[in-house]
């Protein structure tokens, strides 16, 4: 298997949801106390459906038995490792259950991920209506349909990113009281999701993350929590008056509200083997102004983000110089070779002996965000392979320069500009920058990676691994580092095009 294939098999868009799912995070030492940061820590959660647990607790109560996903009807080699939540409320309800029958299908949909790995990032425009789902093919969208309107309940049509406290309390209200809320997004109904912490007067710094799924939509998250029999459960009345479930295990604590016209559930970091105490739990439910949260109100449409998500709704236009490369086999000049050439001269003289090479599909994107597109095109031998890409940027001079990238060099390209990695001791995601002279000013043409976010394994004197974990070059943990990449794969994926005349056309201004 190639690093690409590795990469796509471990970390592709369409396997995961641009709805952010939850992970079961295992929060082994006392948190320490951060600054609060913009990003949002969440990750995908990668899991099966569990058996309804005997030992469960709270029986005859709604609590959090009451959320348990039924066991998928696909049969399964191992058990699941987990009890699973539903996080739009209880098993009952049409929301839970439609839930519960679309992770049904997708356990049975595509189980060797054959399917996705020929979508690959070439994703159907007509199905960008269902981007806050895991729907890479028409036969999900259709099933996504169906299971909607079984229930009577709407779809996801669109989702803001809310950028910090500030903003949280602009859309709705001061619910917070004492609480640190990072950013996180709201849907359009007014589901909304965020990670925060409580300072507790017992525990202290206290970490969670907090959802409200409005009633009627069809939401695709669920939690896992290990096994419930290990958690205690009680019901308690808030400083405000309102009745709230809450249940602490080992490594976790769960907040449950039934808010009418919404569900809540608030998924603590940290159990009763870090120390968190029932006091500390109650503390955190009476932290909230939860009255507030109800009736839900949608957000200002305004907020719809149309760049990127609004994909094709405004092209980049491409200079003359670019149409000269592309179309009429116009001169560029190859960084790597030093020297100047055309495309058809490039593909010929860089292919393997024996075989050709091609331009098999081009993307047009600003890789290093200066307000100019460059043009990437990704290369294929005649043999079937991908083999690499070449990347097309004009400098202020207009000249263009082409840079030859290595396969694993970029990988899910966004529409922001951002991508991937995978070398064979780091990966990461990051930003692409451009150089024009050399250390001491000498013209030297070259590119590099500026990482977001970067995984690096080395070893030490003795020859034992290590791994390190870092976002924006801070070193973090395995789970903040994993919840980062979670929000890069959900962003939207660059759109690429067959390379031909038609579709190359389209991006100069006739």
């Known amino acids: 298997m190639t690093n690409r294939e590795f990469y796509q098999k471990t970390f592709s868009q369409v396997h995961s949801t641009s709805t952010i799912r939850w992970e079961d995070f295992a929060q ?24 309804l647990s005997a030992g469960a607790v709270a029986a005859n109560l709604l609590g959090v038995r009451d959320l348990l996903l039924p066991k998928s009807t696909v049969q399964s080699e191992k058990p699941a490792p987990a009890d699973s939540l539903s996080l739009s409320g209880y098993i009952t309800s049409p929301e839970s259950q439609a839930l519960a029958e679309w992770n049904d299908f997708l356990a049975s949909y595509d189980p060797d991920g054959s399917i ?34 079984r229930y009577g309940l709407t779809l996801h049509t669109w989702n803001h990113v809310v950028e910090d406290q500030a903003e949280w309390i602009s859309l709705l209200g001061d619910f917070l009281g004492d609480n640190t809320a990072y950013s996180g997004r709201i849907y359009e109904d007014g589901t909304f999701h965020y990670d925060g912490y409580l300072t507790t007067s017992g525990y202290g710094e206290l970490s969670y993350q907090f959802r409200r799924s409005v009633k009627g939509t069809l939401n695709d998250v669920y939690l896992n929590v290990g096994d419930l029999s290990s958690y205690q459960e009680w019901h308690y009345r808030t400083a405000e008056g309102r009745e709230v479930t809450l249940d602490l295990g080992p490594d ?26 029932r006091q500390d739990l109650e503390e955190l439910a009476d932290s909230f ?25 405004s092209v980049p236009v491409l200079s003359a110089r670019f149409r000269s490369v592309l179309l009429e086999d116009g001169a560029f000049y190859d960084t790597r070779g030093s020297v100047s050439t055309t495309l058809s001269r490039f593909l010929q003289e860089h292919a393997p002996r024996g075989d050709g090479l091609s331009a098999d599909t081009f993307a047009v994107v600003d890789l290093d965000r200066d307000g100019a597109p460059e043009v990437v095109l990704c290369l294929r031998l005649d043999s079937g392979p991908y083999s690499g890409w070449v990347v097309l940027r004009q400098d202020g001079s207009g000249t263009i320069y082409g840079y030859t990238l290595e396969e694993q060099e970029l990988l899910d390209l966004k529409t922001d500009g951002s991508y991937s990695y995978s070398y064979d001791t780091s990966q990461g995601f990051g930003l692409m920058f451009f150089t024009d002279t050399d250390a001491s000013g000498r013209p030297s043409h070259d590119w590099g990676t500026a990482p977001l976010g970067s995984v690096d394994t080395t070893t030490d004197e003795t020859g034992t691994w290590r791994t390190d974990y870092y976002l924006d070059y801070q070193s973090v943990t395995q789970a903040e580092y994993e919840s980062a990449f979670s929000v890069q794969q959900s962003k939207e994926n660059a759109s690429w095009y067959p390379f031909t005349y038609v579709y190359l056309a389209s991006f100069w201004d006739t």
């Not at 320490?32 to 058996?51: E, F, G, I, S, T």
């Not at 569900?263 to 940290?270: E, P, S, T, Y």
Request: charged fraction near 25%; hydrophobic fraction near 40%.
């Open 116 to 149: 996705a790995r020929i979508v690959g990032n070439h994703m159907d425009q007509s199905l960008a209506k269902y981007s806050c789902y895991s729907v890479y093919t028409q036969d999900m969208a259709d099933e996504l349909e169906e299971i909607a309107a």
């Open 289 to 313: 102004a939860l009255s507030l949260l109800t009736p839900a109100r949608p957000p200002d449409p305004s907020l719809r983000e149309t760049t990127p998500q609004g994909a094709g709704t």
């Open 28 to 51: 082994k030492e006392r948190p320490k106390k951060r600054r609060p940061r913009r990003l949002w820590l969440l990750a995908a959660v990668v899991a099966v459906l569990a058996a």
């Open 252 to 277: 976790r604590g769960l907040v449950l509200a039934d808010l009418e016209d919404s569900f809540l559930l608030i998924n603590v970091l940290a159990g009763t083997e870090q120390g968190v105490s």
